[in-house]
């Protein structure tokens, strides 16, 4: 469409044909003669004939396609390729587990064969050492390798995949870990406080209670713990004050077991003879004989840990 323009005359009339004119271009949007003219007159050559592009009759219906196709873009699920890593994967798989309407096919849990192929997909490997390299002892902490097979065939057992495994064992390790840490530093706070209670007399102490463990029939484990310094001072406490009532002449503990640590050698060995004799030529009850029995017991080991020669006993 063309617009002729002319200048007006000084009375408003319209000028004659000396005036200059002016040819407007028309608009995409402007109607004519014609009717409302076709918006795809503006794009290029290769993009206005499209066939896409026939369905829609302005620009507001190409602009709602393109918002309500981007929409739904957002909301697609991609097909991961053949060059996809395992994250994206299984990034995958749990989208569409999100995105499950009932459609997708699930393994038939009587049927072994398909169990066997969908604990494959989830990685459940074949044997279980997967599971105990997925296992992390941290540095200090010791775990029997029979305990961690244990775990490891368990987890295998029952289908969990090796790293979901791995995440949950690790954390209730380093859980443990930090609390065995806690614990040992309240030990070791502990003995600092005792040996500044104990003073001088600490590593003294310390003997005798170990030896005090050992004649009163303590457990193995609690014995070799005092003389590898791993108990705590409350318990080093108790044992000492056993050890005292043990060294008291005439106190109940001493009858039964025998002084600790106030005879001399040449007492103890007497006080051995007097009770083998008073066992050969005496009646005792069966009670009296074992009490008796845990008092030579004691006696001897205390002969021989102060160097008395077997031959003397």
Avoid: C
Avoid at 157 to 170: E, L, M, R, T, Y
Avoid at 217 to 244: F, H, M, N, Y
């Amino acid at each position: 469409m063309s617009v002729h323009m002319e200048e007006a005359g000084d009375d408003g009339s319209a000028g004659g044909g000396s005036g200059d004119s002016v040819d407007v271009a028309p608009s995409p949007l402007d109607s004519g003669s014609a009717g409302i003219i076709d918006w795809r007159d503006g794009l290029a050559d290769d993009m206005k004939d499209s066939p896409s592009l026939q369905d829609f009759k302005d620009v507001n219906g190409l602009a709602k396609a393109f918002m309500d196709t981007k929409s739904a873009m957002g909301k697609m699920v991609r097909l991961p390729t053949d060059e996809a890593d395992a994250e994206t994967r299984t990034d995958f798989r749990m989208r569409m587990l999100e995105a499950d309407n009932g459609l997708m096919v699930r393994p038939d849990k009587t049927n072994e064969s398909q169990m066997a192929e969908y604990y494959k997909s989830i990685g459940i490997p074949e044997e279980s050492t997967p599971y105990m390299e997925s296992i992390q002892i941290p540095d200090g902490m010791e775990m029997p390798e029979s305990r961690v097979a244990a775990l490891a065939e368990i987890a295998h057992k029952n289908n969990i995949p090796p790293d979901q495994f791995g995440a949950a064992i690790n954390e209730i390790i380093a859980s443990d870990a930090h609390q065995i840490a806690a614990k040992e530093s309240e030990r070791a706070e502990g003995i600092n406080a005792l040996k500044a209670e104990w003073s001088g007399a600490y590593g003294e102490k310390i003997d005798r209670v170990a030896r005090t463990a050992e004649l009163t029939g303590a457990p193995k484990q609690l014995v070799e713990s005092i003389k590898a310094g791993s108990v705590g001072a409350d318990t080093l406490r108790w044992l000492d004050s056993i050890a005292t009532g043990l060294g008291s002449e005439g106190s109940e503990m001493s009858k039964q077991v025998g002084s600790i640590g106030s005879d001399t050698l040449e007492d103890t060995v007497q006080k051995r003879d007097e009770l083998m004799n008073k066992m050969l030529n005496e009646d005792m009850t069966h009670v009296e004989y074992v009490a008796a029995q845990k008092r030579m017991l004691a006696y001897n080991k205390i002969i021989v840990g102060d160097g008395v020669r077997a031959s003397s006993l």
